[in-house]
């Protein structure tokens, strides 16, 4: 299969021109490995070649030997290997000589010292729309975050489809695949989660019918603030209630896995004595798994519009998120007591914001721009930027200015 370009080419190739080693970090499946392959000048896999467990016994350092830049591959499968490439790094004071690729992250005793100054991190996700052919790219997302008008055309739009893509997820193994082998693709994902993968990283034995249920608790409060308890409760099968502190460690193996991970809340300053609320929403690493950890079918899908506008939400976050990484920002969701959300909000590392609304249909398109309306004028001017974009995000029509100053895009017009 034909390698399709990633966003993370690009920030791997400048990484390597500043930084002894380079840590790419995602999920499985994401596409670490092939992108990772394409940069490097030879290749160590850690899980699959025999030979590795032998060297690391005998002579830890001679895995590093091979043409740089070299990649070792699932790396935290020995995870003391960080410490002889942090070592090696110092003594050859050269750049881009390592790669590393994870798809979990060691616990903390794995990482003795530090990698600062050695090591420079890039987080992976699963690819977005436009990385998948699926977005015109006739929006950028920079471009916006710059206070520029957007414009597209009409993008077409068939819900059944976007119900397709939803399932296929970001996932490089899925491309040319259909819906049926796309459910089929996170139907074994999920499973090998729960009956494998959380046991491996937390180094315990997990009941996988709890893990599970944990899976599908999670998939039914996607893109919500949901607590630990009401997870707990809601995975508890026939014989009770899932405890908060056994839901609270699956929760951690799941982010240590990126299978999880939590959008932060938003904290700023507003001109109102509202209190800002803290908890973090809770999104899987492509909205594809919580269709296969409920084992939908599009069909199913379709007929329940209001999980389908929770799954597309969770779909744009995930794009928002690759878009805002190239960037090196980060993506944020905001609540306050009186009950005023933002769905997300992008931020760069020099204080440029904005604020974006995410609806399923061009119907919704009013009251969410209202909403941004609303929650820009609560901002406190003189403390922090006023936001570069206020945007609304929907599933269909076309990229345009409102009179008001709301942007309004469709998903599939978007690109970094």
């Known amino acids: 299969m034909e390698y399709q370009k990633r966003f993370i080419d690009r920030a791997l190739a400048e990484r390597l021109k500043s930084a002894g080693a380079v840590l790419i970090e995602g ?21 699959a070649d025999e030979q590795i467990k032998l060297r690391m016994e005998l002579d830890p350092k001679s895995v590093l030997d091979g043409l740089a830049p070299r990649l070792l591959d699932e790396w935290q499968e020995y995870p003391q290997i960080w410490n002889y490439v942090r070592r090696e790094v ?46 015109t790219g006739e929006v950028s997302f920079a471009s916006l975050l710059r206070g520029e008008m957007p414009a597209s055309e009409t993008v077409p739009f068939d819900l059944g489809e976007l119900a397709e893509k ?26 090998l989660i729960a009956e494998a993968d959380l046991s491996r990283v937390s180094e315990k034995r997990r009941d996988p019918y709890k893990v599970t249920r944990l899976l599908q608790s999670l998939a039914r409060n996607i893109s919500t603030e949901a607590a630990i308890t009401t997870l707990a409760k809601d995975a508890g099968g ?40 803290k908890s973090s929403k809770r999104h899987f690493a492509d909205p594809s798994l919580a269709v296969g950890a409920l084992g939908l079918s599009v069909d199913k899908l379709t007929a329940d519009l209001n999980y389908f506008g929770l799954l597309f939400e969770s779909l744009v976050i995930r ?27 992008a931020e760069y590392p020099d204080g440029t914001w904005g604020a974006f609304e995410i609806k399923l249909g061009m119907g ?40 008001d100053g709301v942007n309004v895009t469709p998903i599939s017009a978007l690109t970094v």
Not at 166 to 184: D, K
Not at 250 to 277: C, F, G, K, Q
Request: proline fraction near 3%; charge should be neutral.
């Open 27 to 47: 999920t499985k499946g994401c596409g670490k490995t092939e992108t990772a392959t394409r940069a490097a000048g030879s290749v160590a896999r850690f899980d």
């Open 90 to 135: 110092d003594e050859r004071k050269l750049k881009g000589q390592f790669i590393l690729t994870g798809s979990a992250t060691p616990d903390d005793k794995a990482r003795r010292h530090t990698g600062a100054g050695r090591f420079s991190v890039i987080k992976m996700r699963p690819m977005s729309l436009y990385e998948k052919g699926w977005s």
């Open 166 to 191: 939803i399932t296929l997820g970001g996932w490089p193994g899925t491309i040319g695949n259909n819906a049926a082998e796309g459910l089929r693709f996170v139907l074994d994902y999920v499973a």
């Open 238 to 277: 026939s014989d009770g209630d899932l405890d908060d502190e056994t839901a609270a460690e699956y929760l951690s193996a799941l982010e240590r896995l990126m299978a999880v991970e939590a959008l932060p809340a938003w904290n700023t300053h507003i001109r109102s004595s509202d209190m800002l609320r």
């Open 319 to 345: 794009d928002l998120r690759i878009y805002a990484d190239a960037h090196s920002g980060k993506v944020f969701h905001y609540r306050d007591s009186r009950g005023l959300e933002v769905d997300a909000i």
């Open 364 to 403: 919704a398109v009013e009251s969410a721009a209202d909403n941004l309306l609303k929650f820009a004028d609560k901002i406190d001017a003189t403390k922090t930027k006023a936001p570069s974009a206020l945007t609304v995000i929907t599933g269909n029509g076309f990229a345009y200015r409102r009179p």
